[in-house]
């Protein structure tokens, strides 16, 4: 009984674990299903999957009858999430004009922010409906769903995948409608050009995996790695449990995952303002510095004042919110959108939706990882888990500041002459390779 009021310990719950993180591992497998659908049928029919899988997925888990039909449900909604999070970047970068793409893309993560608030709020107030709150919970997913289902019937599908799949003529009219003038050609003629190479490239994943296309796809992969272990999954999936470690009670806990969600929001809007003013690079480093300190304080509180049995005071425990926080409002701005935006565009044509489906699966894997080990973890680790997160982050700034070129401003279909070429190392990995 005493081990199971120990701090660090009391909800390590692997069964819990793997129903969270089961959503993951089918997001995983059905990124690279939606890699296909995106490119034989294009961006638009493939965020209407999402919603179907997301609506389907939603009616299941509310409704379970027993812990199967919880189960695929679950499992639905990791479809959803694959394929949404394969089509709707791509969609956005490739809609957007080039000196707003940074912006236009980030309302992706913005939504997701918005999203995450709501089911905050949400599970707030259903925490307190017995016996049935946790099925209106779950079932309220179906509004968002459907609010998806109705966009993806009226949104215009992409220049790029029109004329990628050889309808040159609604490409053009897509483009006109999209920016809203007729005078398009000059922007169309390099679509034109990039789908030009894309018709000769008969094997994506084989090009993908030459010398010349390694820059974008390592570039992809490792930031989504990196995204997932900042520590972000861990700190607002459990933060219930993570306030509750350090004191507070069941609903304050809940209230203080909206706070942090609040954060997120407000954060992340901090990104669409200052992305493509100031650039990727600087957001990412300044983060760094911020993320770094918040996680290496959290863990230096928790190390030196709670311990296995005890409490920490209600201004200590002040201060790892406030740290949370600041955690947070970094991530927000920096490598929360900028770990979708980057990958998805940068990015070619003939390799897009099978490199962004490369970045998708290793960001679900990476998630499962943490999802299905963190309080494990934090049993084994107690507070150490924190400086385990620092260390990373402290990696991820090294990596961005020489690896990492910019990329604001730069066409998409001109990444590989204007940015990988011109950066000493992604130049000399790309070498002589260009078949």
């Given amino acids: 009984m005493h081990a199971k009021e120990d701090n660090y310990c009391k909800y390590d719950d692997q069964f819990l674990q793997l129903f969270t993180s089961s959503l993951y591992l089918a997001a995983l497998v059905s990124s690279f299903i939606a890699s296909k659908v995106c490119t034989k049928f294009g961006r638009k029919p493939t965020i209407l999957a999402a919603s179907v899988f997301f609506l389907v997925g939603a009616g299941l888990s509310s409704g379970a009858q027993n812990l199967w039909m919880l189960i695929i449900g679950r499992v639905l909604l990791g479809f959803g999430v694959g394929f949404g999070n394969e089509a709707v970047p791509l969609f956005l970068s490739e809609i957007a004009p080039v000196h707003r793409r940074g912006a236009v893309n980030i309302l992706f993560q913005l939504f997701v922010t918005v999203g995450i608030l709501i089911a905050n709020l949400v599970n707030y107030r259903t925490s307190t409906i017995r016996p049935s709150g946790w099925r209106l919970s779950l079932g309220i997913a179906g509004i968002p769903a459907l609010i998806l289902f109705i966009g993806s019937l009226i949104i215009t599908e992409t220049p790029a995948s029109l004329v990628e799949r ?68 861990a700190i607002m999936f459990y933060a219930p449990v993570l306030f509750q ?24 809007l901090v990104s669409i303002v200052s992305v493509d003013r100031f650039g990727r690079r600087i957001l990412l480093l300044q983060a760094c510095f911020q993320m770094f300190i918040s996680q290496a304080a959290i863990g230096l509180i928790l190390k030196l004042d709670l ?20 955690f947070v409002s970094a991530f927000a701005w920096s490598w929360g959108p900028l770990g979708w935006l980057i ?45 385990f997160f620092a260390a990373w982050i402290f990696l991820m700034g090294l990596f961005v500041w020489y690896l990492l070129p910019e990329t604001r401003n730069v066409p998409i279909d001109a990444m590989h002459d204007d940015v990988w070429k011109r950066h000493p190392f992604w130049n000399w990995v790309m070498g002589s390779d260009q078949i």
Wanted: charged share 15%; net charge positive; proline share 3%.
């Fill in 307 to 326: 311990h296995s049995t005890d409490t920490l005071t209600k201004n200590q425990a002040i201060w790892v919110v406030a740290l949370v926080c600041l």
């Fill in 343 to 387: 990958p998805s565009e940068t990015f070619p044509l003939e390799t897009r939706t099978t490199g962004f489906a490369f970045a998708v699966s290793t960001n679900m894997l990476c998630t499962f990882i943490i999802a299905q080990a963190f309080l494990r973890m934090l049993c084994l680790m107690r507070a150490f888990i924190f400086f």
């Fill in 245 to 268: 470690t350090v004191g507070f009670k069941n609903d304050a806990s809940l209230l203080s995952s909206v706070i942090t969600g609040l954060v997120n929001v407000f954060c992340t």
């Fill in 166 to 233: 050889g309808k040159e003529s609604s490409g053009h009219a897509a483009l006109q409608k999209i920016r809203g003038v007729k005078e398009v050609d000059l922007e169309f003629q390099q679509i034109l050009k990039a789908s030009e190479v894309a018709l000769g490239v008969k094997h994506p994943l084989k090009k993908l995996m030459n010398r010349s296309s390694m820059p974008p796809l390592i570039i992809g992969v490792f930031l989504q790695v990196f995204q997932q272990f900042t520590g972000i999954n």
